[in-house]
């Protein structure tokens, strides 16, 4: 009964993923180095980017 409350703690904190910073590097990066770089969009590689996901 004790360690219920130390479960749901557990249960309700929020889990994040990794977040493509092999990708979000690079001259090739498109719309997923935004959040790193902003200024990267500026000396974009396309002419034209497709984000599926």
Request: no cysteine; glycine share 12%.
């Amino acid at each position: 009964m004790r360690k219920l409350p130390g479960l749901l703690v557990l249960l309700s904190l929020n889990a994040s993923a990794q977040n493509f910073f092999g990708i979000s590097t690079g001259n090739a990066a498109g719309t997923h180095g935004l959040y790193l770089n902003p200024a990267s969009i500026a000396d974009s590689r396309h002419k034209f980017y497709f984000n599926l996901g």
